[in-house]
């Protein structure tokens, strides 16, 4: 039943949402604000709400629960919650909403784009062509000329949720074994290709020094921690020109054990999409000639950006006409 006009709910869509997400709230009777509150007037300015909707940039936390007891729903754009106070909301009878699905496909294609940049060292030819292309030709096609198929080589997967799995899915499809890692899983069923065909595999979890030994790249896809997963003596136990991926979230490596694992050359190279201090990434990382850098846009496609927009508004709309 469609709320009445006069009496609509009002939603903040407070980092932005794609046109679709918008339509879908609309149509279901609520009055959507697009207007962006800045983060110290919210507690001001909230409770003229029913709910909000934020992407990373928006902190809710219990100041500002505290703050707005008319808040009925809070929404995030994507998968993780770190910046909602999510535990404390539920206790006030607040619906915590996130996007867990909606990205999966997108962060898997760009670690597999970072996997396969550094195999055929796309990443430095980049660099270095528009510098010396003209005068060094045949020298950097030597340099380069050491590259590595990903069929038949081992990729570690740390963290076996949505996105882990889609990231296999993806290594199956190259021709890539899969060793998984994940506590809280010991068996998954991935579908292979595409969906039509019904290719399914099970894949069973091992257990972390196994695959640290045994893989040739190491993704990981896990939330944030207190502590990073990747450390020194987890660098000791991998296999000698190991490549690391993170697509995750920044802290889960820690970054001085990985600059020295990557100048021994025990990694032979590394690929980041998410860092220690965003948005202020350390030089040393940004500028060390063995790691493929990206902005954190593991899940900014077009395809990924309409699915989170509707799943959003879909959730958002089931939470409150409950």
């Known amino acids: 039943m469609l709320i009445s006009k006069k009496g609509n709910m009002r939603i903040l869509i407070n980092d932005g949402i794609e046109p679709i997400g918008k339509q879908l709230l609309e149509e279901a009777g609520f009055e959507v604000d697009l207007n962006k509150i800045n983060q110290e007037d919210l507690p001001a300015r909230l409770n003229a709400y029913d709910a909000i909707c934020v992407r990373s940039a928006t902190k809710v936390r219990k100041e500002l629960i505290d703050a707005c007891p008319n808040l009925k729903a809070i929404g995030r754009g994507g998968v993780g919650l770190d ?3 999510v535990e404390y909301a539920i206790s006030k009878g607040i619906a915590v909403i996130n996007t867990p699905a909606a990205s999966s496909r997108s962060v898997g294609e760009l670690t597999m784009a970072h996997m396969l940049g550094l195999s055929r060292f796309l990443y430095q030819s980049n660099r270095q062509m528009p510098i010396d292309g003209d005068t060094k030709f045949n020298d950097l096609k030597k340099a380069y000329a050491k590259g590595a198929e990903l069929e038949g080589k081992t990729l570690g997967v740390i963290g076996l949720g949505r996105i882990g799995q889609e ?6 499809g190259l021709g890539m074994n899969i060793m998984a890692v994940d506590p809280f899983v010991s068996e998954v069923t991935l579908s292979v290709g595409p969906v039509q065909l019904g290719f399914k595999i099970s894949l069973k979890t091992v257990a972390m020094d196994d695959m640290l030994a045994d893989a040739d790249y190491i993704s990981l896809h896990i939330p944030s921690l207190d502590k990073a997963i990747l450390g020194k003596d987890e660098f000791a136990t991998m296999k000698e020109g190991v490549i690391i991926i ?3 979230r920044g802290g889960t490596i820690d970054e001085d ?5 990557l100048d021994s050359g025990k990694v032979a190279a590394a ?4 860092f220690d201090n965003e948005p202020t990434p350390r030089k040393d990382i940004l500028t060390h000639p063995r790691i493929s850098l990206t902005p954190h846009i593991g899940a900014s496609t077009e395809e990924a950006q309409n699915k989170i927009g509707e799943e959003l508004a879909q959730k958002m709309i089931a939470a409150l006409k409950r």
Not at 167 to 172: D, F, H, I, K, N
Not at 271 to 274: A, S
Request: some cysteine; charged content about 20%.
């Open 271 to 274: 690929g980041l999409d998410v």
């Open 167 to 172: 990231t296999a899915r993806v290594g199956l």
């Open 246 to 248: 993170n697509c995750s």
């Open 257 to 261: 054990a990985l600059l020295e694992a």
């Open 83 to 85: 910046n909602i106070d």
